[in-house]
């Protein structure tokens, strides 16, 4: 998440300035989450198994294209003048990344089991996420120290979460390296929550939003990874 300069932080901000840009910003982190979700299914039916007929190298373009794209291009214009272009087009980008990984559950599980693994994936995102909301809200803790750590482990989090969808990465090994991604995952939608609910300005709805989106989506993605390796090994 880039640095910006702001002149008073929502925590400062007058009671009803705050519960305005806290509803805004529920309101568009959910249709970015809907979003997202219809542009994953779609992918998931009709462009990866497309895609994955070009091959290996077709399937990492595709989804490194998408991943990339959200994380910079669409942050590029939610921060800049562009802003609801920007949300659409980052949230749409992860969709179509998330379609590659959708598929790969639905196939490689047994016969029923993959929409199964999905559902069990989303509730447990969105129980983890009300549990941590709860927890930035009743504990002022400040999660600066997590922010080196994220800074240093994101890009190749997300270069390794690509490789996933067309390498086995089976056993614990795995097992182990999911494990690690879901960590940072929690931890970086830990710290953009904090940042939402004490930093952000009451002008910066949009940009929260997309922030939220974002890292939840890659908390989903890591948690079914996760799951998956586990019923493989």
Known sequence: MEDQVFVQSVAEAPVADRAAFLRQV???????????????????????????????????????????????????????????????????????????LLLVAMVTAAPGEGLALI??????????????????????????????????????????????????MNGMAGVAISGVFLAVSVGALLYRLNVVLRQFPVTAATEASFELTLSIVVFFWNLLSFIMRLRRR
């Open 26 to 100: 529920a309101l568009r982190t959910f249709g970015g989450l809907l979003l997202t979700a219809l542009v994953a299914v779609a992918s998931t039916l009709f462009a990866a198994p497309v895609v994955v007929q070009g091959g290996t190298w077709a399937i990492l373009a595709f989804v490194y294209g998408s991943f990339f794209g959200a994380q910079f291009l669409g942050r590029k214009m939610v921060y800049g003048d562009q802003k609801l272009a920007g949300f659409v087009v980052g949230c749409s980008l992860q969709g179509l990344a998330l379609g590659f």
């Open 119 to 168: 559902g069990y994936s989303l509730l447990m995102v969105v129980l983890a996420t009300a549990a941590m909301l709860v927890y930035v809200t009743m504990e002022k803790r400040d999660f600066s120290m997590l922010r080196g750590g994220l800074a240093m482990l994101g890009i190749p989090m997300l270069v390794l979460m690509g490789l996933q969808v067309v390498l086995p």
